[in-house]
């Protein structure tokens, strides 16, 4: 081992910006008053045996009195799993019992939350498993080593969180996945980002200055449980400091909390016992290791003199092996606002959690793209837990598992077998006004259709509950399904998804006939779903506006395919939002969101006709094949179809005039929409989104939850301008109205 008073032979540390660079240096001033020493597991004489072979030691004898007091149980009826975690968290046993005795209440909107203030051991504290920043892409992430936890369950004893899991290796592979989203699973990673170089310098200097919310959880797998302390906010900070330790030990410091899970050769979740917090005390001095010269023997100040003023490396590691949380004891839901909820107790932890990172409820908040991921997960769950969704689909949907395109169309429980027809049924899901999935056993059944899970849980995130926002949320979900995450495709598919399926055209479960819902028939098929289809169209000849449920459902699977299909995507001619950038760039052509293009295409034998070949080219070939118009051969591109179905907006020539008139008025409304749409788009865009930036979630978050419309408004020339057309519309459309009740009367 390496001399700790000579800095400049230890190369990990130099890693770290404000090690290396004297004058940031952290003084040892900063660690006066610590505990410096991982505090020994000291059973407390004359107290009785526990079931695991030893008394408790004296912090343990009070965390457990503690604990039952506001969990409101008898003494004995406490895990003694949980005093165990308890004991291994101690590091400074005389601050802590003072915690312990002003038990402190944190109020969400679903409930209380009791705390003590108690100062920890940073390696064993654990990441929130269900982490809502994360979800979007910790399917991806896990490539299949192991599922997604999305949500925690209430605790059969204690007011406290449980969470499901496959096995202790599913745990830590859940834990490495979410260091490598944040980007602090390295140095180099953690560099690109100003932000988390900066945290980590601080961190670094001050150690983490504000406390974190720390809650006891229980995880179950079918070999095993284990009591985990869970970081339910401040995962950001954690990560920094275990990296910057890492960098400093030159290893791995958060092995020492699993390192009593392998046993006999493998891993199984266990609570620690007596041995291995006797073990932990050595652990978490890091023998062997460039930290372990960080540790004072009995002289502390012969130690600070000669080591800690010389060596800035060991105040760093002194001011982040421990860590001062706020530890949950008990959780209160409000029996009124949580009346019916299943797990009260973990919905109230996840109200937490929102608060601080929810628009609305707290200033560090989470992008708007993490917020969309998270509720979409929570719905998911929800329709996989009423059973309305298999469990393949699930796994689909949050990014677990792949499909190929041309997989069977259906497999054996009924689950989507190929990628479109999942994304579809994913984006029907949470659009689609109630819900095409219903079950008797479901809440909410109203009419065979389940009401509210998206909009519920938009409200609890604090978003505005309307169409819009469910495209949004569907949309982001979609991405995931797709595997786009990251391929620089979800920049245009996903805003074509969103533009496609805000419209009530798609949203609204019935079409203007009454039919039943287009999104029950997407599992047809293709053959039958284009036959019904056309013979829809044939039915509707007298009023082509009104489109059929299979017309509807067709426009759904080809409209997704021409936005996703990879030849179209490489090529840059997939359908976009509004035809490349609002107008064309190679030629003029309308810019209106998909859904006009599509149902302008199912009002035609030939538009129903490319719609069908744009998902056999993506689903039914060996691979992946670029769509072709059966008549001219010509590529399905974004800018052709609207050039041929939708033109640049010129009104083709009529012997009718009444005809010619109502296209011109139909364009007009067409027109009319679009615009509303865009403003109520530009009411919440912000300037991340407007300039189409990436979002890592973390650079100068004002850029992703401020809102234009808010910060700039719009100038008064322009609305002096627009205020008198828009009162000249409302008195043409007005007038409109009474000259047309006048001319039926007439007829009459």
């Given at each position: 081992m390496s001399s700790t008073n000579n800095f400049s032979s230890r190369s990990g540390a130099g890693l770290l910006r404000p090690i290396s660079d004297q004058e940031l240096w952290p003084p040892a001033s900063r660690i006066s008053g610590r505990e410096l020493s991982p505090v020994p597991f000291t059973p407390e004489a004359g107290r009785p045996v526990e079931a695991d072979g030893a008394p408790l030691s004296k912090f343990g004898w009070r965390f457990r009195e503690v604990l039952a007091q506001a969990q409101k149980v008898a003494v004995k009826d406490i895990d003694l799993g949980i005093i165990r975690l308890g004991e291994a968290l101690n590091a400074d046993t005389d601050r802590n019992l003072a915690g312990l005795s002003a038990p402190y209440v944190k109020r969400t909107e679903h409930g209380l939350v009791r705390q003590v203030r108690m100062t920890v051991n940073t390696p064993m504290l654990f990441p929130w498993l269900a982490n809502g920043r994360a979800l979007s892409k910790m399917g991806r992430t896990l490539g299949g080593s192991a599922k997604v936890i999305t949500r925690a369950f209430d605790h059969p004893a204690l007011s406290l969180p449980l969470m499901r899991t496959e096995s202790a290796d599913?745990?830590?592979?859940?834990?490495?996945?979410?260091?490598?989203?944040?980007?602090?699973?390295?140095?180099?990673?953690?560099?690109?980002?100003?932000?988390?170089?900066?945290?980590?310098?601080?961190?670094?200097?001050?150690?983490?200055?504000?406390?974190?919310?720390?809650?006891?959880?229980?995880?179950?797998?079918?070999?095993?449980?284990?009591?985990?302390?869970?970081?339910?906010?401040?995962?950001?900070?954690?990560?920094?400091?275990?990296?910057?330790?890492?960098?400093i030990a030159e290893r791995n410091v958060a092995h020492v909390a699993t390192e009593a899970w392998f046993v006999d050769g493998y891993r199984r979740l266990r609570d620690l016992g007596p041995a291995d917090l006797v073990r932990l005390e050595a652990s978490l001095r890091y023998p062997s290791t460039a930290a372990a010269g960080y540790f004072p023997g009995p002289n502390i100040p012969r130690w600070i003199e000669q080591v800690a003023e010389k060596n800035p490396a060991a105040v760093a590691f002194q001011l982040m092996r421990t860590m001062e949380v706020n530890f949950i004891i008990g959780v209160e839901p409000d029996p009124v606002v949580m009346r019916g909820e299943a797990n009260p107790v973990s919905e109230t932890m996840q109200e937490l959690i929102r608060s601080y990172h929810v628009n609305g409820k707290a200033k560090d908040q989470w992008g708007t793209a993490e917020v969309e991921s998270l509720v979409a997960i929570e719905a998911i769950d929800d329709l996989h837990e009423f059973a309305l969704i298999t469990e393949a689909e699930r796994s689909h949907w949050l990014g677990e598992t792949s499909l190929p395109w041309n997989g069977e169309y259906l497999g054996t429980d009924g689950s989507p077998g190929n990628r479109l027809l999942s994304v579809a049924r994913l984006m029907a899901a949470l659009t689609v006004e109630g819900n095409f999935l219903a079950s008797p056993e479901a809440p909410d059944v109203e009419n065979g259709v389940i009401k509210g899970i998206v909009n519920r849980h938009l409200a609890e995130n604090a978003v505005r509950v309307h169409p819009e926002e469910r495209a949004k949320v569907a949309a982001a979900q979609a991405i995931a399904a797709l595997e786009f995450s990251e391929t620089g495709w979800e920049s245009t598919v996903q805003p074509a998804l969103h533009a496609a399926f805000r419209s009530a055209w798609f949203w609204n479960p019935k079409d203007e006939a009454g039919s039943d819902c287009w999104a029950s028939l997407l599992p047809l098929p293709l053959g039958e779903l284009a036959a019904r289809a056309q013979a829809e169209r044939e039915a509707h000849v007298a009023t082509p506006e009104v489109a059929g449920p299979a017309q509807r459902a067709i426009a759904a699977l080809g409209g997704i395919a021409l936005m996703v299909n990879p030849g179209l995507l490489h090529s840059g001619t997939s359908l976009s939002r509004t035809g490349r950038g609002a107008g064309g760039q190679k030629q003029k052509v309308k810019a209106s969101d998909p859904n006009v293009l599509l149902a302008k295409m199912v009002q035609s034998e030939r538009g129903i006709n490319q719609l069908e070949d744009a998902v056999a080219a993506l689903v039914s070939g060996a691979a992946t094949t670029t769509p072709q118009d059966r008549v001219t051969g010509e590529q399905l591109e974004d800018l052709w179809l609207r050039d041929l179905w939708l033109g640049a907006g010129i009104v083709d020539k009529t012997d009718n005039p009444s005809n010619a008139f109502y296209q011109r008025i139909r364009l007009l409304i067409d027109a009319l929409e679009l615009n509303y749409e865009e403003a109520e788009v530009l009411k919440t865009v912000t300037a991340g989104e407007i300039l189409d930036l990436d979002h890592d979630g973390e650079d100068d978050e004002a850029v992703w939850t401020d809102s234009l419309y808010e910060l700039i408004g719009i100038s008064e020339e322009s609305a002096d301008k627009v205020l008198p057309l828009l009162q000249q519309l409302s008195e043409f459309f007005t007038t409109g109205k009474a000259y047309s009740r006048a001319a039926a009367r007439a007829v009459r």
């Amino acid at each position: 081992m390496s001399s700790t008073n000579n800095f400049s032979s230890r190369s990990g540390a130099g890693l770290l910006r404000p090690i290396s660079d004297q004058e940031l240096w952290p003084p040892a001033s900063r660690i006066s008053g610590r505990e410096l020493s991982p505090v020994p597991f000291t059973p407390e004489a004359g107290r009785p045996v526990e079931a695991d072979g030893a008394p408790l030691s004296k912090f343990g004898w009070r965390f457990r009195e503690v604990l039952a007091q506001a969990q409101k149980v008898a003494v004995k009826d406490i895990d003694l799993g949980i005093i165990r975690l308890g004991e291994a968290l101690n590091a400074d046993t005389d601050r802590n019992l003072a915690g312990l005795s002003a038990p402190y209440v944190k109020r969400t909107e679903h409930g209380l939350v009791r705390q003590v203030r108690m100062t920890v051991n940073t390696p064993m504290l654990f990441p929130w498993l269900a982490n809502g920043r994360a979800l979007s892409k910790m399917g991806r992430t896990l490539g299949g080593s192991a599922k997604v936890i999305t949500r925690a369950f209430d605790h059969p004893a204690l007011s406290l969180p449980l969470m499901r899991t496959e096995s202790a290796d599913a745990v830590l592979s859940l834990v490495a996945a979410q260091r490598s989203i944040l980007k602090l699973d390295s140095i180099a990673s953690s560099e690109k980002s100003t932000v988390k170089r900066d945290r980590i310098d601080s961190i670094v200097q001050f150690g983490v200055l504000s406390p974190p919310d720390v809650v006891a959880t229980q995880l179950v797998s079918p070999d095993g449980t284990a009591w985990v302390a869970e970081v339910a906010e401040g995962a950001q900070r954690l990560f920094s400091s275990l990296l910057a330790m890492d960098v400093i030990a030159e290893r791995n410091v958060a092995h020492v909390a699993t390192e009593a899970w392998f046993v006999d050769g493998y891993r199984r979740l266990r609570d620690l016992g007596p041995a291995d917090l006797v073990r932990l005390e050595a652990s978490l001095r890091y023998p062997s290791t460039a930290a372990a010269g960080y540790f004072p023997g009995p002289n502390i100040p012969r130690w600070i003199e000669q080591v800690a003023e010389k060596n800035p490396a060991a105040v760093a590691f002194q001011l982040m092996r421990t860590m001062e949380v706020n530890f949950i004891i008990g959780v209160e839901p409000d029996p009124v606002v949580m009346r019916g909820e299943a797990n009260p107790v973990s919905e109230t932890m996840q109200e937490l959690i929102r608060s601080y990172h929810v628009n609305g409820k707290a200033k560090d908040q989470w992008g708007t793209a993490e917020v969309e991921s998270l509720v979409a997960i929570e719905a998911i769950d929800d329709l996989h837990e009423f059973a309305l969704i298999t469990e393949a689909e699930r796994s689909h949907w949050l990014g677990e598992t792949s499909l190929p395109w041309n997989g069977e169309y259906l497999g054996t429980d009924g689950s989507p077998g190929n990628r479109l027809l999942s994304v579809a049924r994913l984006m029907a899901a949470l659009t689609v006004e109630g819900n095409f999935l219903a079950s008797p056993e479901a809440p909410d059944v109203e009419n065979g259709v389940i009401k509210g899970i998206v909009n519920r849980h938009l409200a609890e995130n604090a978003v505005r509950v309307h169409p819009e926002e469910r495209a949004k949320v569907a949309a982001a979900q979609a991405i995931a399904a797709l595997e786009f995450s990251e391929t620089g495709w979800e920049s245009t598919v996903q805003p074509a998804l969103h533009a496609a399926f805000r419209s009530a055209w798609f949203w609204n479960p019935k079409d203007e006939a009454g039919s039943d819902c287009w999104a029950s028939l997407l599992p047809l098929p293709l053959g039958e779903l284009a036959a019904r289809a056309q013979a829809e169209r044939e039915a509707h000849v007298a009023t082509p506006e009104v489109a059929g449920p299979a017309q509807r459902a067709i426009a759904a699977l080809g409209g997704i395919a021409l936005m996703v299909n990879p030849g179209l995507l490489h090529s840059g001619t997939s359908l976009s939002r509004t035809g490349r950038g609002a107008g064309g760039q190679k030629q003029k052509v309308k810019a209106s969101d998909p859904n006009v293009l599509l149902a302008k295409m199912v009002q035609s034998e030939r538009g129903i006709n490319q719609l069908e070949d744009a998902v056999a080219a993506l689903v039914s070939g060996a691979a992946t094949t670029t769509p072709q118009d059966r008549v001219t051969g010509e590529q399905l591109e974004d800018l052709w179809l609207r050039d041929l179905w939708l033109g640049a907006g010129i009104v083709d020539k009529t012997d009718n005039p009444s005809n010619a008139f109502y296209q011109r008025i139909r364009l007009l409304i067409d027109a009319l929409e679009l615009n509303y749409e865009e403003a109520e788009v530009l009411k919440t865009v912000t300037a991340g989104e407007i300039l189409d930036l990436d979002h890592d979630g973390e650079d100068d978050e004002a850029v992703w939850t401020d809102s234009l419309y808010e910060l700039i408004g719009i100038s008064e020339e322009s609305a002096d301008k627009v205020l008198p057309l828009l009162q000249q519309l409302s008195e043409f459309f007005t007038t409109g109205k009474a000259y047309s009740r006048a001319a039926a009367r007439a007829v009459r």
